[in-house]
């Protein structure tokens, strides 16, 4: 017995690390796109266009889109904003879309699985997005004023809400951060993060505040992605495939309401394992694997927004309302999302892409961004500005 587990632990952990191999090039370009974006992205612009109405919405869909967070960086994400008083609907059309539609995810999704996983995910997000907004538009009407007109709640560098003991006067407002990293790195040149301007593109300051966001949102996520990795690997080494099909075949063949509770068992699935963002990518490839329905498996990919750490964080940011607001039509929406895209999959072509650990071309770009990752970090870690 004893020899039987410690193989199959050995083997999980072959596993996990097989999986972060095949993902490494996707978890590379992903996280180095989006840290692009977000230090080219000029503050002023942000803070100008995150209003209410449908361009506000849209706005912060797209903020969300160059973003990489994951769900517990943008749950705290979306308390600050919602502190400096942005429109709850804004709020948590960002939530959405930094968490399930952000460029890193889409890559990987592509990348694991294939591109009709990441047409969902988008998608899918923005449905969900639909019957948020719907759901506020009706049942709340946000009166909230915001105070402290002088402090600035997010942190300059990420956006992230800062924290009281972590300050810096500047100008004539005091600026919170969330890391003493941030912190350093706002003081070394802060008119790039308070001002409508940006570094030059090929300078060695624009090389430093890419590196150190790419670490930044790395470093935000590692225990997600950890702890998705092992957890598929675990799954395979553990849980025979038997177990799901059996399990799918009787929740599905339940009189009228069978195909209803296997969306829902999506969202139980991702409740249950306590990850997500990017940290879900792996185990819905897995559940892929074990032929899990698109419908149940797109369904567990949203339910990283309801999983039980963060509904702690959102009693302590929003009225109860809010969250019971959110949770009601949020749930509605990935249901539903789940559904359609169960539809429209068999409808969407099928573009096979061999990258595989196998595929030599794989390899090389796989070594490619080791090197690249190396580099940032020499940067990041040994070069001052």
């Not at 020899?3 to 596993?15: C, E, G, P």
């Not at 308390?79 to 942005?86: I, M, N, T």
């Not at 025979?240 to 509770?261: A, K, R, T, V």
């Not at 419908?295 to 929003?318: E, H, M, V």
């Amino acid at each position: 017995m004893l020899v039987f587990i410690i193989s199959h632990i050995l083997y999980a952990l072959f596993n996990s690390l097989y999986l972060l191999w095949e993902a490494l090039f996707g978890l590379f370009i992903g996280f180095f796109l989006s840290a692009i974006l977000q230090v080219f992205t000029p503050k002023e612009f942000i803070k100008k266009y995150m209003k209410k109405g449908i361009f506000g919405v849209i706005f912060s869909i797209l903020l969300g889109i160059i973003s990489s967070s994951c769900s517990y960086g943008a749950a705290e994400l979306g308390k600050g904003l919602y502190k400096e008083g942005v429109d709850i609907k804004n709020v948590l059309s960002f939530l959405v879309s930094s968490t399930n539609m952000n460029i890193a995810i889409l890559i990987l999704f592509a990348y694991l699985l294939s591109w009709k996983f990441a047409f969902a995910e988008f998608f899918g997000g923005i449905i969900i997005i639909i019957f948020i907004i719907i759901g506020f538009s009706v049942f709340y009407k946000d009166e909230f004023k915001k105070d402290n007109e002088d402090i600035i709640y997010n942190c300059p560098v990420c956006g992230m809400e800062g924290k009281k003991d972590l300050s810096y006067r500047y100008s004539k407002n005091l600026y919170l951060f969330c890391s003493q990293d941030h912190k350093n790195l706002f003081k070394i040149n802060p008119l790039v993060y308070t001002k409508n301007i940006t570094a030059k593109f090929f300078s060695i300051n624009s090389i430093k505040l890419i590196s150190s966001t790419f670490f930044s949102d790395i470093s935000m996520l590692k225990w997600e992605l950890v702890l998705g990795f092992l957890i598929a690997g675990f799954a395979e080494s553990f849980i025979p495939q038997s177990f799901f099909s059996y399990l799918l075949i009787y929740i599905n063949n339940i009189p009228i309401f069978g195909y209803l509770l296997l969306l829902i068992s999506g969202l139980l699935i991702a409740i249950i394992t306590f990850v997500c963002s990017m940290g879900n990518v792996p185990i819905a490839k897995y559940l892929n694997s074990v032929h899990i329905p698109i419908g149940a498996n797109i369904t567990y990919i949203y339910g990283d927004l309801l999983i039980l750490p963060l509904i702690r964080i959102y009693k302590k940011s929003y009225p109860k309302k809010i969250i019971y607001i959110f949770i009601t039509f949020f749930s509605i929406g990935a249901i539903f999302s789940g559904y359609i895209m169960q539809i429209l999959f068999r409808y969407l072509p099928n573009f096979p892409i061999n990258l595989s650990p196998e595929n030599l071309f794989f390899n090389v770009l796989n070594i490619i961004s080791l090197i690249l990752i190396f580099f940032l970090f020499t940067v990041y870690r040994f070069i001052n500005i």
